[in-house]
């Protein structure tokens, strides 16, 4: 019983400190500022003339937002279509971050 405790207490330490550590990443608007709001526009609805010409999605969406947080980390660190891969230009805490900022989006 004590180490079936140990164990959960244990888990339940490291859920909660990646929860803190996530929630506490900073720069995601910035990175999104930087990176994705030239064709995305700072609302991500795509409606800059880079994003109509490239006919870019709309990150609001429901096509969007209804993919899995793995696809769109994928997508933002393989590129695809016209858009580039910034695997070599952000962390995965950089890309799950914009992942998160994306989804907050949709919600404005």
């Known amino acids: 019983m004590t180490r079936k405790l ?13 929860t803190v550590a996530f929630a506490a990443a ?9 990176k994705c709001a030239s ?15 490239m006919k870019v999605r709309d990150l609001r969406s429901a096509e969007v937002q209804k993919q ?3 696809d769109l980390q994928k997508v933002i660190s393989d590129g695809k279509g016209k858009m ?21 989006l949709a919600k404005k």
Do not use: E, N
């Open 84 to 104: 580039p891969a910034y695997k070599d230009k952000l962390s995965v805490a950089d890309i799950s971050s914009l992942v998160a900022y994306i989804r907050g």
């Open 39 to 53: 064709c995305h526009g700072p609302d991500g609805a795509g409606a800059t003339s880079v994003g109509k010409a």
């Open 6 to 18: 140990t164990i959960l207490s244990m888990i339940t330490l490291f859920m909660l400190a990646s």
């Open 26 to 34: 900073p720069g995601a608007p910035d990175t999104f500022k930087a």
């Open 68 to 70: 899995s947080d793995t």
